[in-house]
């Protein structure tokens, strides 16, 4: 074991590797001006603009009710996981794709179809109450507890 390790210094020579193409090559081409740095760096210095940057679609909005990524896809798994308890027969009218159940779901006009389905129960709305209807601004309750018109 007499074979020493050779450590790269600054100064020590290295072994030059080449590499050659072989066929047709797969770059392309054709992007050749518009990806060399230096034609981007005079676009940029005319118009203040990096284009590349500039394509990209911004969205604006109140995200302030999104959650961390990893709690958005346990909601999202979750929600595969319930689908999937779906009778087949069921699933089979949605594709098997659980966004166009959630969206069938999401339609209030849709909820005699989920009850004949199984999915949901009938609401329970009192047919008999009668709406309450508001009092008039000119009655004010008066000091005994009685009503007083102004």
């Known amino acids: 074991m007499t074979d020493k390790i050779k450590f790269k210094i600054p100064y020590t020579k ?3 590797c080449f590499f050659e193409t072989t ?8 992007f050749k001006e518009e990806s060399e740095i230096n034609n981007i760096i005079k676009k940029h210095d005319k118009n203040g ?4 940057v500039a394509r990209g679609n911004a969205r604006y909005g109140d995200f302030s009710l999104v959650q961390d990524y990893k709690s958005s896809l346990d ?5 595969n996981d319930n689908f999937m308890e779906i009778p087949s027969e069921i699933r089979k009218q949605f594709n098997n794709n659980a966004g166009e159940f959630f969206n069938f779901v999401q ?3 849709n909820q005699q179809e989920l009850i004949k389905m199984g999915l949901a129960t009938a609401s329970k709305t009192p047919e008999s109450a009668t709406p309450v209807a508001d009092k008039p601004s000119s009655e004010v309750p008066s000091e005994d507890g009685h009503t007083a018109t102004t």
């Open 107 to 109: 339609d209030p006009n």
């Open 14 to 16: 290295t072994k030059r």
């Open 23 to 30: 066929g047709e090559s797969m770059t392309q081409q054709h």
């Open 75 to 79: 909601t999202i798994r979750d929600a």
């Open 49 to 52: 603009i990096i284009e590349s």
